[in-house]
């Protein structure tokens, strides 16, 4: 079945580091894929989305791509911040359900 | 902003009692979910939800689970006996119709411990 694989963390970055999540997925159709945030003792949230191959998704200064050639949505971001410190989500969706990764721990230290 | 509502914030039960979690999806969505999180892992889908229906539901929503929306707003999980490993954040979630291009809306997620 359809499944998404991200790198495992936890990440530790400096303040104002370049980010990079990466994101693969696997997917029998052409599924709308989308980054999740979770920030501390919080639910979910929409962070940036694209619906098909080639479309950038972008928010908060984070972008992915997705790339249907590698079938990767990596995340990026060029200088991060403390605030941005969360559990990041890769997903997928399907017919019937979003499939999510397992989560990367971001840690952004001042 | 509409936003999806989930109650209790948190619920601690007795090994074997019933819990029913529930959530205020947004109003004009129809399209429910459930998820659950086990501390520190993955999130993990339980049940999708459309005209007052189960879509689909994976091998995690056995008999113990069920799912119900009984009076057009609420969206309840029931779990019966209950047992130490359900112990877990619940995230409730709603989109609209169009597919897969819509974004579901979470809940802010029910923490159920089981003692």
């Known amino acids: 079945g359809d499944s998404v694989t991200q790198m495992e963390g936890p990440v530790t970055l400096s303040e104002e580091a370049f980010l990079t999540i990466n994101c693969t997925y696997t997917?029998?159709?052409?599924?709308?894929l989308f980054w999740y945030v979770q920030y501390p003792g919080e639910g979910l949230q929409l962070l940036l989305k694209a619906t098909k191959a080639d479309d950038k998704g972008s928010n908060k200064g984070f972008e992915a791509t997705y790339r249907k050639e590698t079938t990767s949505f990596h995340l990026e971001k060029g200088s991060v911040q403390v605030s941005d410190s969360a559990v990041y989500f890769c997903?997928?969706?399907?017919?019937?359900?979003?499939?999510f990764g397992k989560g990367t721990r971001l840690h952004i230290l001042p | 902003e509409p936003e999806v509502t989930q109650t209790p914030s948190h619920q601690v039960t007795q090994m074997g009692q019933e819990v029913i979690l529930r959530c205020v999806p947004i109003s004009n969505h129809l399209y429910f979910y459930w998820y659950r999180q086990i501390l520190g892992q993955k999130v993990e889908f339980l049940v999708s939800f459309y005209n007052n229906e189960i879509s689909e539901k994976s091998e995690i929503f056995d008999d113990q689970f069920s799912v119900e929306r009984p009076d057009g707003s609420n969206f309840t999980l029931k779990i019966r006996s209950t047992k130490l490993e359900d112990s877990a954040m619940y995230f409730c979630?709603?989109?609209?119709?169009?597919?897969?291009?819509?974004?579901?809306?979470f809940g802010q997620g029910t923490r159920l411990t089981v003692v």
């Open positions: 979630a709603s989109q609209i119709p169009g597919g897969r291009d819509t974004e579901a809306f």
């Open positions: 997917a029998t159709g052409y599924p709308s």
């Open positions: 997903a997928l969706s399907d017919s019937n359900k979003i499939i």
